[in-house]
């Protein structure tokens, strides 16, 4: 017998066998077991996902007869009567499969429409299936409308898309719509491992996790690759084979990218770049890819590590913990526009350095700002073993840091973050005066941290226990991963014995966040003010009717 590929076996041949489309299979099921059953269906979703396959089981549910021929109309076809054998044979008369990509004219519909006035020749229904309904012509879509709406008892349409935009309303009015969804990839592994048991064929689970994310959702596309991979691996799926012939390591490629970004290391990217091309990986899918797992990481920063799942879920949370969200922000819109520019770019290698040495060379003037700061102030904090008031207090304390008998003025410059050794609380928090936006605004902390920080409210601190409140509208910060990096930060400045107790509440106004908020509103109050009453402004106005939109006025500083 000849081979038949995964697809068409694994083909499921009633409702219980389709996977991830519970929400169709149970209508449809409950509509067939009640007799509430609609003259036409469409079936919407990208390729693979089961419309074609939902069309026939209703086929077969809408003349099946029993195996005793005396069944009726059942949300479970009985699968080996003339109806249910013919239709997975492809052999049913009363069941009309047209590919409407090759039969758009009108006068092809019409040919196909005159047979609907005829009663079925054997079975219940005579069951229309028109896959790619919107590639039909604007008039063939107005021949069918008619019977569309109004058909003969015995007549069932089942339309099916992959875009429905294209189809007219006056069609979508008339029909009972199904939208099928994309499969997740933790779904699909476990459709594959199923098939691949039945098959009696070895197989590693990262080699199926690589297969069932390169589907992207299509359960079709997922069993061609498998059928591929047996193929490659001669019998076998082995995951180093299956990461070569999708011409990718799994991820490990793109968190790699991530580390250069972050180190601010542009050789080591380069590098990185060429080892991606070396290996054959496309540049685009390598974007796409990306892209996708900057999401993932943004997710994590204002969502919690809770909202990250699967073999990469630690990288990500660990990614999100070092990137701050403005720098993230950043390199997803490159690498968007990096991979829209893609075509445009001499070559697709020389396109992809450009698009990461972008997301590099702008951040890289931030970094080295930051890195310099940090070497000034960690050079002035070498002389002495703890910090004093004077890098966190107010300018008009004088304080001065000893060591080495040299005094400094706090009318200087306040010192970035430093890296101290940890001292005693009553010590180190002398440092802190109550001011709280004022002392992270001088902190200046960074992702997790930083998001966590910048939103809370000071309350208390007394006997290492610093009380802090949290918004109710970002109470998805107070996750334990936030505040344990938030808790690390503070340590050298607290002591070690810090405890940190963070409640949901109202924080008044008083965290930094707030204090942003009303400095950004008063510098647009005043920008707009400051337009207004501008005589220059005033006399354009006057002389030629025009008019200023205050939506367009940005304070010179921002």
Known sequence: MAHQVLARKWRPRKFEDVIGQDHVVRALSNALDTGRIHHAYLFTGTRGVGKTTLARILAKALNCVGIDGKGGITSKPC??????????????????????ATNTKVDEMRELLETAQYAPVSGRYKVYIIDEVHMLSKSAFNAMLKTLEEPPGHIEFILATTDPQKLPITVLSRCLQFNLKNLPATLLVEHLAKVLAAEKIPCELPALQLLGRAAEGSVRDSLSLLDQAIAYGAGEIKTEQVATMLGALDQTYLFALLDCLANGDAKALVAEIDQIASRSISFDITLKDFASVLARIALVQSAGASAVEGPEAQRIIDAAARLAADDLQLYYQIALLGRRDLSLAPDEHSGFTMTMLRMLSLTSGKRQSDTALSGI???????????????????????????????????????????????????????????????????????????????????????????????????????????????????????????????????????????????????????????????FINNLKHDFGAEVVPSSIRPANT
């Open 79 to 100: 699968g080996v009567c003339v109806a249910c054998t013919e239709i997975d044979s492809g052999r049913f008369v009363d069941l009309l499969e047209v590919d409407a």
């Open 377 to 535: 102030s960690t050079t002035a904090v070498q002389k002495t073993a703890a910090p004093t008031t004077k890098d966190y207090a107010p300018a008009k304390q004088n304080t001065s840091i000893g060591g080495n008998g040299g005094a400094k003025s706090a009318q200087e410059p306040v010192l970035a973050r430093t890296s101290y050794d940890v001292t005693p609380a009553t010590q180190a928090s002398a440092a802190f005066d109550g001011d709280w936006p004022g002392f992270i605004a001088r902190l200046n902390f960074n992702g997790m941290a930083g998001m966590l920080a910048k939103q809370c409210a000071f309350q208390s601190f007394a006997g290492g226990v610093l009380e802090l409140t949290l918004p109710t509208a970002q109470k998805h910060l107070s996750e334990k991963a936030f505040q344990e990096k938030l808790k690390s930060e503070l340590l050298p400045h607290f002591g070690a014995n810090l405890r940190l107790n963070i409640r949901i509440g109202d924080v008044a106004g008083k965290s930094l966040a707030a204090t942003e908020d009303r400095e950004r509103s008063d510098r647009q109050v005043a920008a707009e003010a400051a337009i207004l009453a501008d005589p």
